[in-house]
């Protein structure tokens, strides 16, 4: 019974195409996030929405468009992709401010 | 501009000594902060987090932390190490005034040796 589920695990794909990264999550949370961490480890924050409106929306290129049909899904929607987006995504979820994330297991995305 | 600082990359430690990941931050105003551990090829999982209270909070897995609130530091500690804590731990910090936003740390790689 998965909390917080990503789809896919693995994605290779070449440069310029356009591809979507899934997140669900079963646990009533209010808040979803977007984080993309690097080679390196380190986390960046990318999108967050509350019951389905944007309220964190970091510098990333316009490539990137996240969508939220409801406040169980956020969807990453990434457009011409290039090789510096190689990086693992992690969807979370979050009841509120003073509450901590449960996270995805991650989506390794690699562009060749 | 607000920060957290994890200021060693890694930490190496004898299973059975006890432990210690260190995390500073510089926010404004009293921060909520939070640990959390990451696994190889794993998403991270929430550890433990201090909102207000007693200084000394527990967490999962036996992992506790100290707020001080002088040395603007949390500190996560643990008794007695096992090799199934290695593991890269993550500090995070969340200004009071910040709109849902965390402030995360650099990571600290541990190495339980056996």
Known sequence: DTAVSQTPKYLVTQMGNDKSIKCEQNLGH??????????????????SYNNKELIINETVPNRFSPK??????????????????????FCASSQGKNYGYTFGSGTR???? | AQSVAQ????VNVAEGNPLTVKCTYSVSGNPYLFWYVQYPNRGLQFLL????????????????????????????????????DSALYF?????MDSNYQL????????????
């Not at chain 1, 209010?30 to 999108?47: A, R």
């Not at chain 2, 200021?7 to 890694?10: A, F, N, V």
């Not at chain 2, 402030?103 to 056996?114: F, H, Q, R, S, V």
């Open chain 2, 7 to 10: 200021p060693e990359d890694q």
């Open chain 1, 68 to 89: 939220s049909p409801d406040k169980a899904h956020l969807n990453l929607h990434i457009n011409s992709l290039e090789l510096g987006d190689s990086a693992v995504y």
């Open chain 2, 49 to 84: 987090k201090y909102i207000t209270g007693d200084n000394l909070v527990k967490g999962s897995y036996g992992f506790e932390a100290e707020f001080n609130k002088s040395q603007t530091s949390f500190h996560l500690k643990k008794p007695s190490a096992l090799v199934s």
């Open chain 1, 30 to 47: 209010d808040t979803m996030y977007w984080y993309k961490q690097d080679s390196k480890k380190f986390l960046k924050i990318m999108f």
């Open chain 2, 103 to 114: 402030i995360w740390g650099a990571g600290t790689k541990l190495i339980i040796k056996p």
């Open chain 2, 91 to 95: 500090c995070a910090v969340r200004p």
């Open chain 1, 109 to 112: 995305l690699t562009v060749v």
